[in-house]
């Protein structure tokens, strides 16, 4: 039976094992944004949202991972609390954060499309963090400096800089648990 379940264009199945993994990394990606350390000179703080973005586009192929943003984004602009701190509704997409919202996605997009074309796991995973997190920051500091009106300086002190070696860390330690998931579900990347 065609329809939901199936993608006619390629003919790929949505299978039960895709579907599930992406309802999860939805929720991993929600929950994530719980998890949060204010910074007291900055309108964002950080979250683990770094590591779970990076996570799926480690896991998912593109279309999965473009799907579970799609689904995410839209569930907090119409007031869900999935975004940083369980913020939710259209504001937190206007807001200072808005950005980094639009960073998560690209830069999720971007790292599944680079999987695995980079040989060499180490290799890999420099390149996917050298991918990743410069994208989530040129959209989360570019968007920061029209909100707030910041200078360039400004946004560098309060948008990149302090989260660097966190966010480092946590892209390395995403890279390590998408590899022991890809042994455990390689059915899953799309």
């Not at 390629?10 to 309802?23: D, H, Q």
């Not at 950080?46 to 689904?71: E, H, K, R, W, Y």
């Not at 920051?137 to 909100?147: D, H, P, R, V």
């Not at 946004?155 to 480092?168: G, K, M, R, T």
Request: net charge positive.
């Amino acid at each position: 039976m065609e329809g939901v379940w199936t993608e006619r264009k390629r003919g790929r199945k949505w299978s039960a094992e895709r579907l599930t993994a992406m309802g999860l990394m939805a929720a991993l990606l929600s929950v994530s944004s719980y998890i949060v350390i204010p910074l007291p000179f900055t309108a964002v703080s950080i979250t683990a949202q770094t590591m779970v973005v990076n996570l799926i586009g480690m896991i998912l192929g593109p279309a999965d991972t473009a799907a579970v943003f799609l689904v995410w984004i839209g569930l907090g602009a119409v007031g869900m609390p999935v975004f940083s701190g369980g913020a939710g509704g259209l504001g937190s997409l206007l807001g200072p954060g808005g950005g980094y919202i639009a960073g998560f996605f690209a830069a999720a997009v971007l790292i599944s499309l680079f999987c695995g074309r980079v040989k060499g796991a180490g290799k890999q995973t420099l390149f996917l963090v050298g991918v990743g997190i410069p994208v989530i920051y040129l959209f989360g500091g570019t968007w920061m400096k029209i909100s707030l009106g910041l200078s360039w300086p400004a946004v560098l002190v309060q948008a990149v800089l302090p989260f660097i070696p966190l966010d480092v860390a946590k892209c390395l330690g995403a890279a390590a648990l998408a590899k022991a998931l890809r042994r455990v579900m390689p059915e899953v990347r799309g």
